[in-house]
């Protein structure tokens, strides 16, 4: 079958640096995305890998490994406003997201 | 200028009740999807459209009923709603077909069946 895995819940401190992991299981493979959504929000698209290595965007950064099927997002200098979910999704003969990683941050 | 706006924001209806949420975009994709959002926070896609045609259908029941008029355009019927059709609908678009890249959301619709 078909599924992402990634941890439900992260904490970190504000200014400190944290990362969101995802590992997939997929028949097909187009690209690995991350998507931000606050409460009450709608999911924004971050960040997209279709090859591996380093994906940089300002404070945001994501990683794929096509050999491990495995992806993260590292977000740094972390601010208040980071308070959100993250889901990694991909797509293949369907579009797949994962069940979100609630990212706490502490003052 | 909204992008890809959804009407309406909360909808609150009774069982056995048939409703209707519309979904624009105004970014020029040629795709457009619809995805249901649970209680936790689960995003699950149930269809998708490519130049008015649908590509992707999901296992959803089919008093759930999608309709394009036209590429910029994406509506959802419901019929019979059920308590557990209760549920945060969003509509999306994207320019890349079969991919999760940069997709773009609606504000979503807040459905609520008593």
């Known amino acids: 079958g078909q599924s992402l895995e990634q941890p439900s819940e992260v904490t970190a401190v504000e200014g400190a640096i944290v990362q969101i992991n995802c590992t997939y299981q997929?028949?097909?493979?187009?690209?690995l995305s991350w998507y931000q959504q606050h409460d009450g929000g709608a999911p924004t698209f971050l960040s997209y890998?279709?090859?591996?290595g380093l994906e940089e965007t300002g404070r945001f950064s994501s990683f794929l490994s096509r050999s491990d099927s495995y992806g993260y997002l590292l977000l740094q200098e972390l601010q208040m406003k980071d308070s959100a979910s993250y889901f990694c999704a991909v797509g293949d003969d369907k579009i797949i997201f994962g069940k979100g990683t609630r990212l706490h941050i502490l003052p | 200028d909204t992008a890809v706006s959804q009407t309406p924001k909360y909808l609150v209806t009774q069982m056995g009740n048939d409703k209707s949420i519309k979904c624009e975009q105004n970014?020029?994709?040629?795709?457009m999807y619809w995805y249901k959002q649970d209680s936790k926070k689960f995003l699950k896609i149930m269809f998708s459209y490519n130049n008015k045609e649908l590509i992707i259908n999901e296992t959803v029941p089919n008093r759930f009923s999608p309709k394009s008029p036209d590429k910029a355009h994406l509506n959802l019927h419901i019929n019979s709603l059920e308590l557990g059709d209760s549920a945060v609908y969003f509509c999306?678009?994207?320019?890349?077909?079969?991919?999760?890249?940069?997709?773009?959301f609606g504000p979503g619709t807040r459905l609520t069946v008593t």
């Open positions: 997929t028949s097909g493979f187009y690209g």
């Open positions: 890998n279709g090859l591996d």
């Open positions: 999306a678009s994207s320019q890349v077909v079969g991919s999760s890249y940069e997709q773009y």
């Open positions: 970014l020029g994709h040629d795709t």
